[in-house]
């Protein structure tokens, strides 16, 4: 999709990557900064959810740059939901992950993301108490992202701790969205590849536990394994 096109047309419109090239190479340095940032998302973002992971290692304030991307039609916005909701087009954000792959900042901008995920559902989860409901449906937008950031915490950031985070704050989502063994499998993994569990906070223990407990007992019915897990 990015590399065929029309050799008769001019160099910017012969292929999808030359038009987004063409269209990167007008940014400044801090658009094209934030830009790459943004490709981190998986799926759709709010405008707070942007700045977090920019801020602190892109630019002490990246609205102006945001604001400029979607002028630009870099960055798509949804105005239809209760607050707006950005996004990069499949082609804009394989081009700008390209990017930001070749200028060494992938593992930043995962552990940004990632961080940025244990923030929000700690938040959330701070405000429930831990033998909850299902939790807001809202949240099961987030499951594109939730699930990329646990990998890349195994994976890229051999952070299997960061993971184990992340599994324990968003485990309400993985229920919304019926994704019980892939849960369990990543929860398993994370406790396994953890090293000394003495070393990890015992809240996120406590909720990484519990909520495994629960997804033995629906997916493995009256097991040991549930015991064992409470």
């Known amino acids: ?11 910017r419109q012969q292929t999808l990557r030359a ?4 269209s990167y190479d007008l940014l400044s340095e801090e ?31 990246p609205c102006d740059a945001i604001d400029e991307l979607v002028l630009k039609s870099l960055i798509a916005v949804d105005m239809g939901a209760d607050i707006a909701r950005y ?3 499949e082609v804009t954000r394989a081009f700008a992950l390209e990017k930001l792959e070749d200028a060494g900042e992938l593992v930043a901008a995962s552990r940004s993301h990632a961080q940025h995920l244990c923030n929000v559902f700690e938040r959330i989860e701070a405000e429930l108490p831990l033998d909850r409901a299902i939790g807001d449906a809202g949240h099961a ?10 990998k890349m915490s195994f994976s890229t950031l051999c952070d299997p701790g960061l993971g184990m985070r992340l599994l324990a704050a968003t485990a309400s989502v993985w229920y919304q969205r019926s994704l019980l063994d892939e849960y369990r499998t990543r929860a398993e993994e994370a406790i396994a590849n953890a090293g000394d569990l003495a070393e990890q906070q015992e809240a996120t223990l406590m909720r990484l536990w519990h909520s495994l407990g629960h997804c033995y007992w629906h ?3 009256p097991h040991p394994d549930v015991a064992r897990a409470f």
């Open 1 to 11: 999709v990015l590399t065929k096109g029309r050799r008769t047309a001019l160099p």
């Open 19 to 22: 038009a987004i090239d063409w």
């Open 31 to 61: 658009q094209k900064a934030v830009l790459r940032r943004l490709s981190i998302f998986a799926g759709a973002f709010s405008f707070d959810s942007a700045v977090a992971v920019c801020e602190d290692d892109v630019s002490a304030d």
């Open 87 to 89: 996004r990069l087009l």
């Open 141 to 150: 937008r987030w499951i594109d992202d939730i699930q990329l950031a646990v």
């Open 219 to 221: 997916t493995k019915g």
